[in-house]
T-cell receptor, first 113, second 114 residues
Framework: DSGVTQTPKHLITATGQRVTLRCSPRSGDLSVYWYQQSLDQGLQFLIQYYNGEERAKGNILERFSAQQFPDLHSELNLSSLELGDSALYFC????????????FGPGTRLTVT | GQNIDQPTEMTATEGAIVQINCTYQTSGFNGLFWYQQHAGEAPTFLSYNVLDGLEEKGRFSSFLSRSKGYSYLLLKELQMKDSASYLCAVRGSYSGAGSYQLTFGKGTKLSVIP
């Protein structure tokens, strides 16, 4: 158990809908990272937050957005969903400063039908 | 930009040794990671190299050559439970406040057979 929690574990929704994925980082970790993993693309970095502020952006679509709240939990919002958005979405957290390891949550499996 | 290559699949026999290679071309380099990922589960950290050379950790070792943009993960005394995907990831440019972006390769699916 990495200490990172994600809810829900599974989500099935229809095209055009909007969903929110939630992540709670390990206690004390200030950085949260979101990744998308599909079968053909591997693990793709989406976005990173540090202590409530956006720090880095990867291959995140404009239909997707995220935020990190004062209690450090983070939410990833996916809207106007398409079939191709079906994937595993992982959240990871790390300490700031000298730590180099990212700890991954169990993931949310999103299926868009 | 970042480009990370590793073989898609490998098969090895229980008890044997296997080497999984990773080559990378990145615009910034601040370390290379190996993660293990069982199907449908979260990646778990295996090793980290930032200087050239070999890092050994039990049955797993990882090697880095920065000048060649090359790393490998060596797994010894293979066990059935080692069947998993192995992800090579490069830590790139600094993005502020002690934070870095990780770029992952597509992973090598290792099958260990009896």
């Amino acid at each position: 158990d990495s200490g990172v929690t994600q809810t829900p574990k599974h989500l099935i929704t229809a095209t055009g809908q909007r969903v929110t994925l939630r992540c709670s980082p390990r206690s004390g970790d200030l950085s949260v990272y979101w990744y998308q993993q599909s079968l053909d693309q591997g693990l793709q970095f989406l976005i990173q937050y540090y202590n409530g502020e956006e720090r880095a952006k990867g291959n995140i679509l404009e239909r997707f957005s995220a935020q990190q709240f004062p209690d450090l939990h983070s939410e990833l919002n996916l809207s106007s969903l398409e079939l191709g958005d079906s994937a595993l979405y992982f959240c990871a957290s790390s300490e700031a400063g000298l730590s180099y390891e990212q700890y991954f949550g169990p993931g949310t499996r999103l299926t868009v039908t | 930009g970042q480009n990370i290559d590793q073989p898609t699949e490998m098969t090895a026999t229980e008890g044997a040794i296997v080497q999984i290679n990773c080559t990378y071309q990145t615009s910034g380099f601040n370390g290379l990671f190996w993660y293990q990922q069982h199907a449908g589960e979260a990646p778990t950290f295996l090793s980290y190299n930032v200087l050239d050379g070999l890092e050994e950790k039990g049955r797993f070792s990882s090697f880095l050559s920065r000048s060649k943009g090359y790393s490998y993960l060596l797994l010894k005394e293979l066990q059935m439970k080692d069947s998993a995907s192995y992800l090579c990831a490069v830590r790139g440019s600094y993005s502020g406040a002690g934070s870095y972006q990780l770029t992952f390769g597509k992973g090598t699916k290792l099958s260990v057979i009896p």
